[in-house]
């Protein structure tokens, strides 16, 4: 299969270390990559390097999915928590074309997954966006694929890796700004960190999974949100003592008045579930009518875990076609 990609930063350079490892067993090629910042690279002969040369972008990205000719398109921008843009409309010039997307970007699923999921219906093509919440391990795909019948009435997660990496250096005495420049080591850190922090990468992330799995059409402007900002590492510090710690929670619940999201920076045993990844390491606990509450954690993950996840979407498309 022709992939496109939109976005080439860690992520998207991860996924195409990751094809050619599997390059045997899925012949899948970069045909094309559009950047921001460096332009585009187009194919001369069977597929592009991990480095490809750049060359100026063409106007649009209607413009680059049309001389790229693409099967797949890849789209893995920078979260805008805002508007989504302008993720959602490279996802809407690739269904205008006949093209099948996968994202890693939250935005377009926190702002207009419904309307996207019913555009791809109608132009007869696939949307997959497993890493959008979890670094790729499986959430929209478990409930999918394996909980048929069940209504969901609610989730619990702590889902943000640089808040968790910020306490911890907190815990240790150290600021806010020294936990922040370690996750940007990490490369985990938003491109704005302030993101992280501020809950908007949390309360994208809520928005997403409630609109997906509860069908919810909300935004990340409809979630109540309060980040970690204000905390200090002298508070930290002093819960650690007392055994307990900061994390900042997701959390949805379906009530008679529609459904309710919230982030909050939330202080929590040292005993907790929530409280018990650390790290990279993320938590979802989904409430549902039928199974009680099922979760995934993901231990550890890295940027090798997002790309995975875009793979496995994109063989879930190869196998659905």
Not at 80 to 106: C, D, L, M, Q, Y
Not at 228 to 247: D, H, M
Request: net charge neutral; aromatic share 4%; charged share 25%.
């Amino acid at each position: 299969m022709r992939l496109a990609l939109i976005g080439y930063g860690n992520v998207g350079r991860a996924f195409a270390r990751l094809l050619e490892k599997q390059r045997a067993a899925y012949p899948f090629r970069i045909v094309a990559i559009r950047t921001a910042r460096h332009g585009s690279a187009h194919e001369v002969r069977g597929g592009l390097p991990v480095e490809p040369a750049f060359q100026p972008s063409e106007a649009s990205a209607g413009e680059f999915l049309d001389r790229a000719r693409a099967e797949v398109l890849i789209e893995v921008t920078p979260l805008e928590p805002a508007t989504g843009e302008p993720a959602i409309s490279h996802i809407r010039a690739a269904f205008a074309r006949g093209v099948h997307v996968i994202t890693a970007n939250k935005g377009p699923i926190a702002h207009a997954y419904a309307a996207l999921r019913d555009e791809a219906q109608r132009a007869g093509v696939l949307f997959r966006f497993e890493s959008t919440c979890m670094d790729g391990a499986p959430v929209f795909n478990m409930v999918r694929q394996n909980l048929p019948g069940v209504e969901i009435l609610g989730f619990t997660g702590v889902l943000n890796s640089t808040s968790k990496i910020v306490v911890e250096a907190m815990r240790q005495g150290r600021t806010m700004d020294e936990g922040i420049q370690e996750a940007r080591r990490l490369g985990i850190a938003e491109t704005d960190a302030s993101f992280d922090i501020d809950g908007w990468d949390s309360a994208a992330k809520t928005a997403a999974l409630a609109n997906v799995l509860m069908d919810a059409r909300l935004t990340p402007m409809d979630v109540d949100r309060r980040g970690i900002g204000r905390l200090t590492p002298e508070r930290v510090v002093e819960l650690a003592a007392a055994r307990k710690t900061v994390c900042l929670v997701s959390r949805a619940k379906r009530t008679p008045a529609g459904v309710r999201l919230r982030v909050r920076a939330e202080v929590l045993d040292e005993t907790d579930i929530l409280a018990s990844v650390k790290g990279t390491s993320n938590l979802l606990l989904i409430h549902t009518d039928l199974m009680g509450a099922v979760g995934t954690v993901s231990i550890s993950p890295m940027i090798g875990q997002t790309a995975y996840g875009l793979f496995s979407d994109l063989v879930d498309i190869a196998r659905a076609l």
